[in-house]
C-alpha cells in the first residue's frame, strides 16, 4: 500500500514569515494529494490540491508543488498569520483511498 | 455544503463492551472512510467502503468491523473495545472512485475506554 511521510513534525515561525512543509509517498500509482488544516478541536478541512498532471498550484498565500519523479509534495505558506497555527496534513490518493502522513504543528509567533 | 454526521462527540466505554459508531453524509457519496487519529502517527486508515455492503481492509483493521447497509451511513463496530483503542476516530465520505475529488470529514468521535 501506499505510505506517506510528512516533515517537520512541529515548525514554529515568527508572523510574516515562510512556512514549508514536505512529503513524500511511495506509490506512483497515486495520483491525487490534497492538503487538510485542522484547528484544534475540529474537523480536517481541505486548503488546497494538486494532481499529478500539475507541478504547481497556488491560491493566494499558500502554493503546493509537486515531482512526480521524484515522489514528493510541498506546501509553502508566505506572510503567514497567527490563524494559520494549526495542524496540517498531507494525503495521497488514487481514486479511492486517502493515505495521510503524520501531520505537521505549525506555530506562528506573534 | 457536505455534510458529514457522527453520532457522538465522547463517548466511555468499558473494556470488552461492543462499541458502535455511526456516520452519516447527506451528499450521496459513493466512498466513505473511518480513520483512527492519534498524536504523531496522523491518521491512520481502519476499513473503507466504495458501495453499499461493499467493504476493504484498511492499515488497521484488527480489533474492528463496519457495516455499510445504506449509501449514506456507514458504522464502525468495536467487537470488544479494548484501552488500546482509545483514540479520536474520524469518519470522511468523497464522491465517487471514478473521480479523484477531497474527503470530507466528520467532526470526530473522541473514544476513551477503561
Known amino acids: 500500500g501506499e505510505n506517506v511521510e510528512q516533515h517537520p513534525s512541529t515548525l514554529s515561525v515568527q508572523e510574516g514569515d515562510s512556512a514549508v512543509i514536505k512529503c513524500t509517498y511511495s506509490d506512483s500509482a497515486s495520483n491525487y494529494f490534497p492538503w487538510y488544516k485542522q484547528e484544534l478541536g475540529k474537523r480536517p478541512q481541505l486548503i488546497i490540491d494538486i494532481r499529478s498532471n500539475v507541478g504547481e498550484k497556488k491560491d493566494q498565500r499558500i502554493a503546493v508543488t509537486l515531482n512526480k519523479t521524484a515522489k514528493h509534495f510541498s506546501l509553502h505558506i508566505t506572510e503567514t498569520q497567527p490563524e494559520d497555527s494549526a495542524v496540517y496534513f498531507c494525503?495521497?490518493?488514487?481514486?479511492?483511498?486517502?493515505?495521510f502522513g503524520s501531520g505537521t504543528k505549525l506555530n506562528v509567533k506573534p | 455544503d457536505v455534510k458529514v454526521t457522527q453520532s457522538s462527540r465522547y463517548l466511555v466505554k468499558r473494556t470488552g463492551e461492543k462499541v458502535f459508531l455511526e456516520c452519516v453524509q447527506d451528499?450521496?457519496?459513493?466512498?466513505m472512510f473511518w480513520y483512527r487519529q492519534d498524536p504523531g502517527l496522523g491518521l491512520r486508515l481502519i476499513y473503507f467502503?466504495?458501495?453499499?455492503?461493499?467493504?476493504e481492509k484498511g492499515d488497521i483493521p484488527e480489533g474492528y468491523s463496519v457495516s455499510r447497509e445504506k449509501k449514506e451511513r456507514f458504522s464502525l463496530i468495536l467487537e470488544s473495545a479494548s484501552t488500546n483503542q482509545t483514540s479520536m476516530y474520524l469518519c470522511?465520505?468523497?464522491?465517487?472512485?471514478?473521480?479523484?475529488?477531497?474527503?470530507?470529514f466528520g467532526q470526530g468521535t473522541r473514544l476513551t475506554v477503561v
Open positions: 494525503a495521497a490518493s488514487n481514486f479511492n483511498k486517502f493515505y
Open positions: 451528499m450521496d457519496h459513493e466512498n
Open positions: 467502503s466504495y458501495d453499499v455492503k461493499m467493504k
Open positions: 470522511a465520505s468523497s464522491l465517487s472512485q471514478l473521480m479523484n475529488t477531497e474527503a470530507f
